[in-house]
């Protein structure tokens, strides 16, 4: 989870972490009326393009998409066989594009920083007894362990196609499956260690 933190400062992580993820949500909800090709792929554009500015420690992270070209090519499939396939190559850009700009926040955003922006939003549970910190862990949680699954992914792939000579596909459903159910005990471990989720009062 912290090893998709970018440790090199660049100046995406200056900017305040709730100004980035309103930036995301708003940036979501105007892409998605949109179903131009040129649009979607000049998001697309653009969006590679703060990659590179972000440096090559950045770009290298471009390549945690590769495990969704399967979801890709069948919805591009499907789109070619209902004869729209401009509408299919839009639709696709613009889901490339809101991923990689996901990422990109959550490489350039510290945990503590995403639940201090999301913690305010979530202050109306006290009124029914739940910590807003409590769910804002996991609602940080959550986004930061995206990219990680995605990276886990890769990983299985890679070592798969390197014993086996051939990419691994559904083979790897079962081990990334145990590799999720570790990961995800591992990490409640080590919550219980620090003396669990967090509550509304903060140390």
């Known amino acids: 989870m912290i090893s998709l933190y970018l440790p090199e400062r660049t100046w995406l992580h200056g900017l305040p972490a709730g100004g ?21 792929a000049g998001l697309l554009a653009v969006t590679l393009a703060l990659y590179v500015a972000l440096g090559r420690a950045a770009l290298r992270q471009v390549a945690l998409v590769r495990p969704m070209w399967p979801i890709f090519a069948i919805l591009l499939a499907f789109h070619a066989w ?19 700009l996901a990422n990109a926040v959550t490489m350039t955003t510290r ?17 029914v007894g739940v910590s807003p910190r409590a769910v ?14 995605f990276a886990l992914w ?26 999720t159910l570790r990961l995800s005990h591992h990490t409640a ?13 903060r140390r």
Do not use: H
């Not at 920083?113 to 549970?125: C, H, K, N, Q």
């Open 82 to 100: 209902n004869g729209d396939i401009v509408f299919g190559l839009a639709v696709l850009a613009r889901l490339l594009a809101m991923v990689l």
């Open 154 to 179: 890769e990983a299985l792939g890679e070592s798969y196609r390197a014993r086996a000579g051939r990419r691994g596909g559904w083979r790897l459903l079962a081990p990334f499956c145990i590799q």
């Open 111 to 127: 945990m503590d920083d995403m639940m201090d922006a999301v913690e305010p939003i979530l202050s109306p549970l006290r009124l």
């Open 20 to 40: 980035k993820l309103l930036a995301l949500a708003l940036l979501s909800l105007a892409a998605g009326p949109f179903d131009s090709l040129p649009v979607m």
């Open 189 to 201: 471990e080590a919550l219980a260690a620090r003396g669990g989720a967090p509550g509304g009062t």
């Open 136 to 149: 804002a862990l996991a609602v940080a949680m959550m986004i930061r362990f995206v990219p990680l699954l």
